[in-house]
């Protein structure tokens, strides 16, 4: 089994929501200019935030069980972590029970991230490794860790050979799984939306990413984990883009509503007398 990266100790609705609340994670984009929750709105099934080019942010993943769960996490379709084209068999981060850890930036080495932040389509990450099809996304997949099965309960005493069999029925249920794909995980780094102008037009600009900012320190150490099925226990997905974009789009309610015209749109009055 391979060695994995330990996170140190340290949710979605309508619009004004502030983190996407799944069966056994939340997430959330924070603003690290603010240290606010970008608020989230859901539009055609989907859930978006509004990013500012040049702000740096963080995906904060929480953990809402009492058990250790491994979170692969994705932002424009790279893994944060290896930097590969991501699917759910790569590597994550392992969180405690409970625990809460806000994600900075690309995993650079054991001690350092490339800050995240809203940039650009052509500054992304993802377009400067040539892979700009799934800008706009973070994703989250996340993994229950495996636990032996619990002995079979042992019968009232029999014969020998009544004995013998039920040992090795219970040697079978225990015997090892196949090792699930290795997965990471990182540290914790404690590091810590914002008022816009609505436009009195939107106009739709070019689509945002995630760029590859200065390297912070972000220390971390290792561990195990094997996962409970090859396949995530829950994925969790938020869009992103600029502001201007979700109004353009519908997403986020534009804040000038244009009535319809009226044919008669004054009062009911007499005819006044002329001016003298």
């Known amino acids: 089994m391979k060695h994995l990266l330990r996170a140190a100790l340290a949710v979605l609705a309508i619009a004004a929501a502030q983190a996407f609340a799944g069966a056994l994670a939340d997430l959330q984009v924070v603003s690290r200019s603010t240290g606010q929750r970008l608020p989230v709105y859901a539009h055609g099934g989907k ?12 995906v904060q993943v929480v953990n809402r069980t009492s058990r250790r769960m491994l979170a692969v996490v994705s932002v424009d379709g790279i893994n944060v972590v290896s930097s590969e084209t991501a699917s759910h068999e790569q590597t994550g981060y392992v969180f405690s029970p409970w625990q809460s850890y806000e994600i900075a930036g690309w995993r650079k080495n054991a001690d350092e991230v490339a800050a995240f932040y809203f940039t650009a389509l052509p500054d992304s990450y ?20 495996w636990r032996p099965p619990r002995p079979r309960p042992q019968p009232y005493p029999r014969a020998m050979e009544d004995a013998g069999a039920a040992a090795q029925d219970g040697a079978k ?36 990413g995630t760029g590859h900012g200065e390297r912070e320190h972000s220390a971390v150490s290792f561990t195990d984990f094997r996962r409970a ?13 600029r502001y201007e974009n979700l109004v353009a789009r519908g997403i986020i309610p534009s804040g000038r509503q244009l009535a319809e015209p009226r044919p008669f749109p004054g009062s009911v009055r007499f005819v006044p007398d002329p001016r003298g």
């Open 126 to 145: 993802a377009a400067r490794t040539d892979r700009p099809g799934n800008v706009g996304v973070i994703g989250v997949a996340v993994f229950r860790e």
């Open 47 to 58: 859930l978006y935030v509004a990013g500012q080019p040049g702000e740096r942010y963080s």
């Open 173 to 208: 249920a225990e015997a090892p799984q196949s090792a699930a794909p290795s997965a990471a995980e990182s540290s914790a780094e404690n590091l810590q939306g914002h008022d816009r102008a609505r436009p009195s037009a939107p106009a739709r600009r070019e689509k945002l």
């Open 229 to 241: 099925s090859p396949y995530p226990s829950e994925v969790l997905t938020l869009h992103y883009d």
